[in-house]
């Protein structure tokens, strides 16, 4: 229990059974899904620092650096960036974010905050400007215990397996550390070939690019595409002999075409570092797209596609601050027509490897939900994934609505649930959340007459999303 004082501050709102709202939805958490580990078969947490066991100073190192979720809060309530990622000090970017706290009521920032202080610190009060500095000197003074360390942290939120997200010129040397110790939990890389694909937009960052790659892959200059390609399936084997079983792509859109000629034409251009033309560039990226495709179903590996996302909106910003500081938002693609082509390309000669999808903006919820279920094939329960809520849908509204939209189109029993895509290693009561929203969905339908009174089948159809399925599902 926090030492905190509660005499200027309110207790928190969190007790056992937050969220769960029947007495159904409240014995299939605390029965079915709260003790199950933990699998993050995507995140962005840094490997160095699981690898180095990191101690963090204080909590604003632990907590705001990197995040862009409470930038974007701290901003829209009138912060100055110096707050942000400017030079405040840590107890000031604190300060500001503990002040804006209670104006995030409704986001579900108010809920990661206070279960995160929960979980972590015991600390069971509410953080506002009043609460603030006790609350960040208990933090602070807890995180120099070991406990409070990396690697402890992990352990202590029963996280049994982490897929990290990694590019194909990554060295894997903190993998290699991470795997050689006594840590007890699979820190596993994920074969994210973004760069690879959307670097022809830029040919003298493309050029860099493929001379690093061409240093990991036996020095031999890539000079075309079929190097390029042989060059990316040699970092595939890397990955896959680190214990590497997914690949993943953070794409606008899926794109469709097939001309290898156009493909080619893009690649010989860039090398010149000249622009190619929108057609062949958009060629390239989707016959590379494609090949990539085929190796994650030779090795029986698992594709994730992250669709929809319209980044660096904000030209100044991204300027001055760089990408990843807070300034993307849902994009209106059209997903379905090269979805469909692209899947059925590669079912077509079965070579469609196990595939999530992530969609980004909610109105395409039902066609990726549909989609899925084009190419099931019967080799293994829910081969096709629609995958849980993503970044703006990452919260209760997002999580439910893609439960309710999978559960209508196909088999939420054997859906493979939550995952952090998180840089925090505060971020694992999210899987709380999400376990709680999830039981509380089905005891709700429980209660109302619409599923039977069958607690023992319930609950282990909530297990299995827990957990179980994760793991069967990835081969963990």
Known sequence: MSNVSTSTVQKTFIDEDFLL????????????????PII??????????????????????????????KWRAMRAN??????????????????????????????????WTH??????????????????????????AKLKRPEFRVQALLKKMNVKVICTTDDPNDTLEYHKRIAA???????????????????????????????VLASLTGGQSIESYEALLGALEKRHD????????????????????????????????????????????????????????????????????HLGALRNNNARALRELGPDTGWDSIGDYSQAENLSSFLNTLDSTNQLAKTILYNLNPADNEVLATMTGNYNDGTIAGKMQFGSGWWFLDQKDGMEKQMNTLSNMGLLSRFVGMLTDSRSFLS?????????????????????????????????????????????????
């Open 181 to 211: 110790s006594e840590l007890g939990i699979d820190v596993l890389p994920t074969f994210r070939p973004d760069k690879a694909m959307l670097l022809i937009d830029e040919p003298e960052a493309f050029i860099s690019y493929l001379s």
């Open 40 to 69: 993050d078969y995507h995140c962005h947490l840094p490997p160095d620092q699981i690898a180095a066991d990191k101690q963090f100073d204080n909590l604003t190192q632990i907590w705001l650096y990197g995040d862009h979720y």
């Open 78 to 111: 009138g912060i100055n960036e110096r707050y942000c990622t400017g030079d405040a000090s840590d107890w000031e970017k604190f300060q500001q974010w503990a002040a804006t706290v209670p104006y995030t009521m409704r986001n579900p920032l108010y809920h």
């Open 238 to 305: 890397f990955f896959a002999a680190m214990g590497g079983k997914l690949s993943d792509h953070g794409l606008s859109h899926i794109y469709a075409s097939l001309d290898r000629e156009a493909a080619a034409r893009a690649m010989a251009k860039s090398l010149r570092g000249e622009l190619a033309s929108e057609s062949d560039r958009t060629a390239f990226k989707s016959v590379l797209l494609h090949d990539l495709a085929k190796m994650d179903h030779a090795k029986g590996w698992t594709q994730q596609f």
């Open 21 to 36: 709202k029947s007495e159904s939805a409240k014995r299939l958490y605390h029965d079915y899904a709260k003790d199950m």
């Open 428 to 476: 694992y009561p999210r899987h709380e959340y999400f376990r709680r929203i999830l039981c509380n969905l089905i005891g709700n339908d429980i209660e109302s007459g619409e599923l039977p009174n069958d607690i023992p089948w319930l609950g282990k159809m909530v297990s299995d999303i827990s957990y179980n399925n994760a793991k069967d599902y990835f081969g963990f």
């Open 115 to 140: 279960l995160e202080l929960l979980r972590y610190f015991d600390i069971d009060i509410l953080l506002n400007a009043d609460s603030a500095q006790e609350i960040y000197e208990e933090c602070s």
